[in-house]
């Protein structure tokens, strides 16, 4: 039994054949950044500022669940359980820690040294052992009122838009 293509449709699929590698290496170029929140209480709690959060970085050019995704943890007040949280999204691998509270703080500076951390709230940072100094920090610490996201080497990357 003989099987005949017709000129249009080999042509159709010798196109898509030769179109596929292109199509593959493009959605591997845009990579997902992905970044683990640590709230030391409830999400209810601190519902505005986690939306003025996704307004900075959609301003940023991140749309979550689109070019970003979050992996939230939430110790619900028990702080006991930040450790294993912080632990849990060093293992998810993700490109940045974002922590809500001193204790969540603390749990992601001993969850990890290479992760950067973004404190969006924090008692005093000297004062609780955070960092030793402002200007700089052993760690991967920076404060949210840092204009370290704009810069092109943070670790999601150039900002989509840039």
């Known amino acids: 039994m003989a099987i005949y293509i017709r000129r249009r449709e080999f042509v159709t699929l010798g196109g898509a054949a030769a179109a596929w590698p292109i199509a593959a290496r493009a959605q591997r170029a845009a990579k997902t950044a992905r970044i683990g929140f ?3 209480d ?3 709690g601190i519902e505005s500022r986690l939306e003025r959060f996704r ?3 959609r301003d940023l ?6 070019n970003v995704l979050i992996d939230f943890r ?3 007040g028990n702080y006991a ?5 912080a632990g849990e999204l060093v293992r998810l691998k993700v490109d940045l820690l974002v922590t809500y509270g001193t204790p969540g703080t603390l749990a992601a500076k001993q969850a990890t040294t290479t992760v950067p951390i973004v404190m969006i709230v924090s008692g005093d940072a000297i004062a609780t052992g ?3 100094s402002r200007p700089s920090s052993p760690h991967s610490l920076v404060p949210r009122e840092s204009s370290w996201l704009r ?3 943070h670790p999601l990357g150039a900002s989509p838009s840039s």
């Open 151 to 153: 810069r092109p080497s």
């Open 61 to 66: 050019s991140y749309v979550e669940g689109d």
């Open 38 to 40: 640590l709230g030391a």
């Open 74 to 76: 939430w110790a619900e």
């Open 42 to 44: 409830t999400q209810s």
């Open 130 to 132: 955070i960092v030793t």
């Open 55 to 57: 307004a900075g970085l």
């Open 81 to 85: 359980r930040l450790a294993e949280f």
